[in-house]
């Protein structure tokens, strides 16, 4: 693959990820785990991205988050907000919206 098409790809593939991450979050989990379903589900996200990602979204108000310390090793779990529902249905809508947009260009 080039680097322009990498770059396009790279680029459609950043606001996906705040879309995909709202809508898992709607189970409480942790960053590492995120990571892991994220792959599995075929984001190729790294956690230099996620991190600063989850506390973006956390300011914004998009997520909620809370501490579990009873485990050996404290996680920090994560949760979709209201707010953080209402965006990601909105952005759901638009993605929705767009995909129909792109089909129907096919001749």
């Known amino acids: 693959m080039d680097e322009v098409t990498a770059g396009h790809l790279q680029e459609l593939r950043r606001g996906t990820v705040v879309l995909a991450c709202l ?21 190729a996200v790294d956690a230099n991205t996620l ?12 997520l909620t988050s809370l501490w579990n310390t009873d485990e050996p090793r404290p996680r920090k779990y994560y949760r979709v907000s209201d707010d ?8 759901r ?5 767009l995909r129909a947009s792109i089909d129907a260009l096919q001749v």
């Open 23 to 43: 809508v898992l979050l709607e189970t409480p989990g942790y960053g590492y785990g995120l990571l892991e379903r994220l792959n599995e589900a075929g984001f």
């Open 51 to 62: 991190y600063p990602l989850l506390r973006r979204l956390e300011k914004q108000g998009l």
């Open 84 to 91: 953080g529902r209402r965006v990601a249905e909105t952005l």
């Open 93 to 97: 809508a638009d993605w929705d919206a």
